[in-house]
């Protein structure tokens, strides 16, 4: 199974072409066979999920709840399964490069077992807004060390 995916990495993006950052390329595992799916993701960004998670997902989801399926269902609409490249890359589909607002640089995140990827300007934003609640979380989780 795949690792986890943590943390943010900057990138940029040359004809519909990015390279994975090589912290989360080594991640997905051989048995994902080097596929990945990339499906449109929160707040214009793109999920990537390797492939067996992927295929978990799927699972879980149509044997889940009504409103699980209809996630599922809307998932696939966006679905592209992308092969990754030799030295890395995935050739990602313009509807969601357009829906995400993206043209040349990008910001990877990992989100434990799929990365997003985001326009930098959104992505500042999103920062901005968690940054403010940072704090609350730790304290509300008992972990405000």
């Known amino acids: 199974m795949s690792g986890t995916f943590l943390g943010s990495?900057?990138?940029s993006?040359?004809?519909r072409r990015v390279s994975i950052p090589q912290s989360f390329r080594s991640l997905i595992a051989l048995?994902?066979?080097m596929l990945v799916v990339a499906v449109r993701g929160r707040s214009n960004t793109?999920?990537?999920f390797p492939m067996d998670f992927w295929k978990k997902l799927e699972?879980?989801?149509?044997?889940g709840t009504?409103?699980?399926k209809q996630l599922l269902?809307?998932?696939?609409?966006?679905a592209t399964v992308l092969k990754i490249e030799g030295p890395g890359r995935i050739l990602l589909p313009k509807k969601l490069l357009e829906i995400a607002e993206i043209e040349n640089k990008i910001v990877f995140l990992g989100e434990g077992k799929f990365f997003s990827i985001w326009n930098p300007d959104n992505f500042q934003k999103y920062e901005e807004e968690i940054a403010q609640q940072y704090d609350e979380k730790l304290q509300?989780?008992?972990?405000?060390?």
């Open 9 to 11: 990495v900057e990138g």
């Open 13 to 15: 993006i040359t004809n």
């Open 31 to 33: 048995s994902a066979r």
């Open 46 to 48: 793109i999920y990537i």
């Open 59 to 63: 699972q879980d989801l149509e044997q």
């Open 66 to 68: 009504d409103k699980e």
């Open 73 to 78: 269902k809307m998932f696939r609409v966006y």
């Open 140 to 145: 509300e989780n008992g972990l405000l060390f």
